[in-house]
């Protein structure tokens, strides 16, 4: 159980490109789903929370405009990296957490989607 | 600022030995911890969550929680070439949002 499907694995594009991310959820619902970017031999980087039915909650000198957060669903939130520039390129990893369980339940991580903007 | 600090390593054991994976976290409320394992190039996978202050067991692996001490440590016997990975401690803060606070990670090397 607690299954979480991230798409793509891997994206290529130039430079200027806006690339959308997906998280989802295969066997529970998650109200609250979380995107965290990672740099090579750097730890996880929380970006934003999203919350579905809501707005994002955006951490400190994450841009919200550039990383679009929508969570419209109980099983699935999207990043949209927009304008995509060669410093975007990095690891990222989205989780969720089953909104059944307890406040200390674990999140689960997604696969991963390496990006590289050339 | 609510810190959670790891040896970053590499830490290198032979086969079959036990490896001993250390962290410490800056908040007092924290109330649940978590240790993931991260393959070079994948995600995190959870390992083991603890919640009380004592020694968790499950199979070769032991999570040993001390509040007072706000030190947490994962222990891994028989260790095998397989659990060559980064070892992330997480850490959740009372009234967080669900929101987790990972240590930098502490590279293990097992050793055939």
């Known amino acids: 159980g607690a299954v979480v499907s991230q798409h793509p694995s891997r994206v290529i594009c130039k430079s200027g490109t806006s690339v959308k991310i997906e998280c989802r959820s295969l066997d529970f619902q998650a109200t609250t789903m979380f995107w965290y970017r990672q740099f090579p031999k750097q730890s996880l980087m929380l970006m934003a929370t999203s919350n579905e039915g809501s707005k994002a909650t955006y951490e400190q000198g994450v841009e919200k405009d550039k990383f679009l957060i929508n969570h419209a669903s109980l099983t699935l939130s999207t990043l949209t990296v927009t304008s995509a520039h060669p410093e975007d390129s990095s690891f990222y990893i989205c989780s969720a957490r089953d909104r059944t369980g307890l406040s200390n339940q674990p999140q689960h991580f997604g696969d991963g989607t390496r990006l590289s903007i050339l | 600022q609510k810190e959670v600090e790891q040896n970053s390593g590499p830490l290198s054991v032979p086969e079959g030995a036990i490896a001993s994976l250390n962290c410490t976290y800056s908040d007092r409320g924290s109330q649940s911890f978590f240790w993931y394992r991260q393959y070079s190039g994948k995600s995190p996978e959870l390992i083991m969550s603890?919640?009380?202050?004592g020694d968790k067991e499950d199979g070769r692996f032991t999570a040993q929680l001390n509040k007072a001490s706000q030190y947490v440590s994962l222990l891994i016997r028989d260790s095998q070439p397989s659990d060559s990975a980064t070892y992330l401690c997480?850490?959740?803060?009372?009234?967080?949002?669900?929101?987790?606070?990972f240590g930098k990670g502490t590279l293990l090397t097992v050793n055939p």
């Open positions: 997480a850490v959740k803060a009372r009234g967080s949002n669900y929101k987790l606070t």
């Open positions: 603890i919640y009380s202050n």
